[in-house]
Each structure stands twice: as structure tokens, then as C-alpha cells.
Antibody, heavy 119, light 108 residues
Framework: EVQLVESGGGLVQRGGSLRLSCEAS????????MSWVRQAPGKGLEWVAN????????YYVDSVKGRFTISRDNAKNSLYLQMNTLRAEDTAVYYC????????????WGQGTLVTVSS | SYVLTQPPSVSVAPGKTARITCGEN??????VHWYQQKPGQAPVLVIY???DRPSGIPERFSGSNSGNTATLTISRVEAGDEADYYC???????????FGTGTKVTVL
């Protein structure tokens, strides 16, 4: 069974940092692009970033470029999101998702981890 | 930037058909994917590449895409279909994935 479990969320002050983790089971992430998608409270979905199977390509939404870094450790079957210089508008549930391709869709999602940035 | 417009809400009686639209200029030239999200839960893929259904998704869910509008159709609506639905495309000009504004489906 495919499972994605996020961790690392919490309360952080504006300007602070957090590192999110996503541990996969039931499949090998080395065969897939992987994404982070977020959802602010009561709002819609926003794609944040994705990363190629070998980590050689990474793409980000403009609002996080230069502040967030997506990475992966295929040996640990895990995906990460390093978030620096956090802003109030980064407050959201962050979902990890599996992508069959770079430009397509996400076929499995984790349950998410909540990041709250206090001002 | 690419903006996918969905109606904020759609109401439908049980057993009837719900149609959720996703609009953008020439969206028919792109592949559209659809997700269902129930309160407090993660999104679930219900349609990919305009009209393909993942395994486990009922045949009542179908999709189409042409011209300026993509449509998710839910036939014989059930109470369990009550959820938010989002369309999604990949915008090649910006190299970004874009989600629609979301539609809340209410079963009367």
C-alpha cells in the first residue's frame, strides 16, 4: 500500500525556519517525481515545488523561490522541504505527493503537516 | 499567469448529475486533472489526462475537455460525493502546476 507521511510542521516565528519531511512506504520514490503542495486555512490548493527522480531538476512557485529548497534522499525513501525566512502567508497545511511525471498530476498524497507562522 | 476559474459552489440532488467546470482560454490544448477533497482530508485524484479514471474511482466520475472549458461530471450523485473539487493543469509557459479555484459540491 502506498503511504506518504509528513512531519516537521509546527509553530514558528516570522523570519524563522522549518524543515518538513515526508517518508514514503509501499513504493520507491527513486522512480518518481515528488511534489509539495500547500493549502492555507480555508483556501485552495497551491503547488509549491517538485523534484526529479535523481534530484537534478527542481521547480518552485515564484512566491517561495530563494526561500524554500526541495530535496530528497532516495536511500531513505524520503522527501524534504527546507523553509527559510518564513512569512505569515506561508501558513498552511503542507502535503507531500507522488508524481508519475513532471508536468502531470499527483496520484498519491500524504495527510499533510500544518505550518503556522506567527507574526 | 494561468488562472483556472471554477464556480465556487454547485448544488445537486441525490441521484442527479453534477457538472463542475474549469475555464481558461484554450484549456482544451492542455491536459486537465481533477481532485476531490473532503473536509479534513488530503486530496484524492479522481480524473487524470482529461478523462482517465484511477483504479478505485467509480465510473460515475467522468471528464471532458474542449475549447475554453474542462468539465468534471458526477453522475447519480451520492451523499458521499459532497466535497471540494479542484482542476489542475501544467502551465508550460511558466513551468508551473496550477490549480483551479475550487468548487464546493453540496448534495441536497
Amino acid at each position: 500500500e502506498v503511504q506518504l507521511v509528513e512531519s516537521g510542521g509546527g509553530l514558528v516565528q516570522r523570519g524563522g525556519s522549518l524543515r518538513l519531511s515526508c517518508e514514503a512506504s509501499g513504493f520507491s520514490i527513486s522512480s518518481y517525481w515528488m511534489s509539495w503542495v500547500r493549502q492555507a486555512p480555508g483556501k485552495g490548493l497551491e503547488w509549491v515545488a517538485n523534484i526529479k527522480q535523481d534530484g537534478s531538476e527542481k521547480y518552485y512557485v515564484d512566491s517561495v523561490k530563494g526561500r524554500f529548497t526541495i530535496s530528497r534522499d532516495n536511500a531513505k525513501n524520503s522527501l524534504y522541504l527546507q523553509m527559510n525566512t518564513l512569512r505569515a502567508e506561508d501558513t498552511a497545511v503542507y502535503y507531500c505527493a507522488r508524481d508519475p511525471g513532471r508536468s502531470g498530476y499527483s496520484d498519491y498524497w500524504g495527510q499533510g503537516t500544518l505550518v503556522t507562522v506567527s507574526s | 499567469s494561468y488562472v483556472l476559474t471554477q464556480p465556487p459552489s454547485v448544488s445537486v440532488a441525490p441521484g442527479k448529475t453534477a457538472r463542475i467546470t474549469c475555464g481558461e482560454n484554450n484549456i482544451g490544448s492542455k491536459s486537465v486533472h481533477w481532485y476531490q477533497q473532503k473536509p479534513g482530508q488530503a486530496p484524492v485524484l479522481v480524473i487524470y489526462y482529461d478523462s482517465d479514471r484511477p483504479s478505485g474511482i467509480p465510473e460515475r466520475f467522468s471528464g471532458s475537455n474542449s475549447g475554453n472549458t474542462a468539465t468534471l461530471t458526477i453522475s447519480r450523485v451520492e451523499a458521499g460525493d459532497e466535497a471540494d473539487y479542484y482542476c489542475q493543469v501544467w502551465d508550460s509557459s511558466s513551468d508551473l502546476r496550477v490549480f483551479g479555484t475550487g468548487t464546493k459540491v453540496t448534495v441536497l
